[in-house]
């Protein structure tokens, strides 16, 4: 029996033995911890959608600069040439001023080496016609002056005259008056005498006394009218005279008028000619300035156009492109309609460059690494030829400094920062489409209080 019993009881325990083992192997018995885990997930999923969360506009640019005169220009030639000397090379950098060309002549109307001074000498030689002809002019002026002063006196004199002649008119008159009165007393003495003859009062040789006397009268009326008649006629001779005086006398004058305003219209003409010699002679000074082609400003030769020696160049033809050395670097980018209401000026973008390392969280920009922050400085309002809006951004003077390895043409990603917004909203906008909110930011306080001042 106590054999049976032990045997009984082995047999129990490899039973109990095996059922542990089985208990092991498929944990029927043990409990799990996947809903902890479950709650614990979800509490922190709830949590992190109550997280803040930076919404943003992502958006391609490349490099490019602020003001125009810092971005890489074409050096032209303003006039045809040749080259003849080269002072650069490729690659060399270059202050303002620096000779980059030396050009020669190839027009044959600029081919005499003493071009300029021979223009000198035609001014030199016109200047010296405009004194001569000044001068003539101030002649004929003196000329004109005498002329004057002689017919003053000589109408003074005329006037003299006619006066004395007009005076011994009326004496002529006065004396044919005598005369005639002196005519019609000897008329009536010969007739009273005619009578007193006829009755015998007078003798024959009485009335002739009287009949002589009358015709002696009569003899001098005659020639007191022949007198008067002279004096008149000297008279007119003399006012013919002044006539004639003031005639020649104008025609002199005039001729010597017309002599100075005609010395003053060469002299003006000639003035004109030398005006148009000085241009000519400044443009020729111009044009030998022009066959050194100088650097516009700090930067480097890029791109030569010609090369080696003796090749043309034409009017306004590039010959290198220079890339300034002063630049104020700006990132180009492009936004799409819907976005640009939300990008004004002074907003804040973060920028990753090529070539430099970022860690970049788009939602939290200030826990990102490596990024480089601008302010929006332009908003062109023409759509570009892609159909978008072109924005520049420049470097923010507040946040670091964008490295000095930059380069002109190299490429960026903006971020731009809008408005602090909750994950689940952002989320739930996303799932909608919805476009980021439009906001502008608050201005602080002393702003505020500047604007009630």
Known sequence: MMEKY????????????????FKKVYKIEKKGNVKKWLYGMLIILILAMLLPWTQNIRAKGTITTLRQEQRPQELNT???????KWYVKEGDFVKEGDTILQLGE???DYFDPQLLSRTQQQIDAKQQSIEGYKSKAGTAETQTSALLQGQYLKLQSLDNKLLQQQLKVTSDSTDLLAVNNELGVYKRQI???????DSGVISLVDFEKRRMNYQNAAAKKISAENKYSQSKQELIILRIEKNSTIQEYTDKISKAEGDKYSSLSNAASTEADVAKLKNIY???????????IKAPQNGQ?????????????KEGEMVVEIVPTNIQYAVEMFIEPMDLPLINMGQKVRFVFDGFPAIVFSGWPTNSYGTFGGKVSAVETAVSSNGKFRVLVAEDPDDRKWPQQLRMGGSASGIALLKDVRIYYELWRNINGFPPDYYKQAENKETQNSKYE
Do not use: P, W
């Open 191 to 197: 007739d009273a005498a005619k009578l007193m003859l």
């Open 301 to 313: 030769v890029t791109k030569a156009k010609k090369a080696g020696i003796g090749e043309i160049l």
């Open 282 to 292: 400044s443009s020729y000074d111009a044009r030998n300035q022009l066959y050194y």
């Open 78 to 84: 303003i006039i045809a040439g040749r080259v003849l």
């Open 6 to 21: 032990i045997t009984a009881d082995i047999e129990y325990q490899a039973q109990q033995s095996q059922l542990g083992s």
């Open 106 to 108: 190839v027009k044959v």
